[in-house]
């Protein structure tokens, strides 16, 4: 039995299902029952029947899963793989900024710790965060963790006073834009589609800025036929399942998460065979860290693909 076989077996024995990031590894991907951005995946998480949920992502996605299915098993075949941006914030700096704002919403990327989330007023994902600030009735937004989605969103909703903290992804903040650009010279007919996570360089090169799942519809539905891909490697797999005739073009240094790589099919058959790695969250942070979640939910409603076109 071949080890994918075996993962279907037992998701059967235990009535399981198989969430997976996008960033994942591709044979990871094929073993999923559903991918999807993070916003996707954590209302999937939340809809689906099932009580056992193996979620092949970092630890802040468990933990999401877990705030908005406290009835449910989450189990983490990667125990470890964490998200460095999510912790890059201070609770200081958020009580800085409410005292100098009275009116201060903290807006809080699900890229976050349970504790983080327990700060702020609303979460919101790549998918979701231009949409839901400029719906807020408040004017000054702190926006946290990550600079540059922050400043994206600032662009986006120019009637906020968007406030930034310093933190950012590692993979996104190292691309490199003279990379793009060497990449645009060499396929002049290709569009860059860009997350928003990128630093300034590479969004300013870009002729799409969305989630992941933004830049897979956008790439689905052009009718360009080359795209230069500014976001984690691990989105290729379905761009190129999606899309077999069109052409895919990586940086010379290619962005890859070196936490989503983690999960593997055997720590998959483990936390399935053995209940293992399940996620938790402090009790002390549940419910208000639940309700910023429910929130984001509320407000993005149904929409999905809400990303900004350039
Ligand atoms: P999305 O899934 O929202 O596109 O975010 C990318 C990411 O970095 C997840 O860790
Ligand atoms: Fe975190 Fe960046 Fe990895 Fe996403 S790609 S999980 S933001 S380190």
Not at 167 to 188: N, S, T, V, Y
Request: with cysteine.
């Amino acid at each position: 039995m071949t080890k994918q076989e075996e993962i279907q077996r037992l998701k059967e024995e235990k009535d399981a299902v198989i969430l997976a990031h996008f960033y994942v590894e591709p044979e990871i991907q094929e073993a999923a029952d559903y991918i999807g951005d993070s916003f996707k995946l954590s209302r999937i998480a939340k809809e689906l029947p099932n009580q056992t949920i193996v979620f092949c992502g970092v630890s802040f996605m468990g933990e999401s899963g877990k705030l908005l299915s406290p009835g449910k098993r989450i189990l983490m075949p990667a125990p470890d793989a964490d998200c460095p941006m999510a912790h890059m914030v201070t609770k200081e700096e958020i009580e800085r900024a409410r005292e100098q704002y009275p009116d201060l919403a903290v807006v809080c990327y699900v890229n976050s710790t349970a504790e983080i989330k327990s700060w702020s007023d609303v979460c919101v994902t790549s998918a979701n965060a231009v949409q839901i600030v400029r719906n807020l009735p408040n004017r000054n937004i702190l926006f946290i963790p990550d600079r540059n989605l922050g400043r994206f969103v600032a662009q986006q909703v120019p009637e906020k006073n968007v406030i930034l903290v310093n933190g950012f992804c590692p993979i996104h903040e190292a691309m490199k834009a003279q990379e793009i650009e060497d990449l645009k010279r060499a396929h002049p007919k290709a569009l860059v589609l860009a997350h928003p996570e990128c630093n300034e360089g590479v969004l300013a090169a870009a002729d799409y800025i969305g989630s992941t799942s933004g830049i897979l519809a956008y790439a689905k539905e052009s009718g360009g036929e080359e795209f230069i891909i500014g976001t984690e490697t691990g989105v290729l797999h379905e761009l190129k399942k999606q899309n077999p005739d069109k052409r895919f073009f990586v940086p010379a240094t290619p962005p890859v998460c070196h936490d989503m790589k983690k999960i593997t099919l055997d720590q998959i058959i483990h936390v399935l065979k053995t209940g293992e790695h399940g996620a938790d969250v402090d009790g002390q942070y549940a419910t208000l860290a639940g309700a910023s979640l429910e929130r984001m939910l509320m407000l993005a409603g149904r929409t999905e693909g809400t990303e900004a076109f350039r």
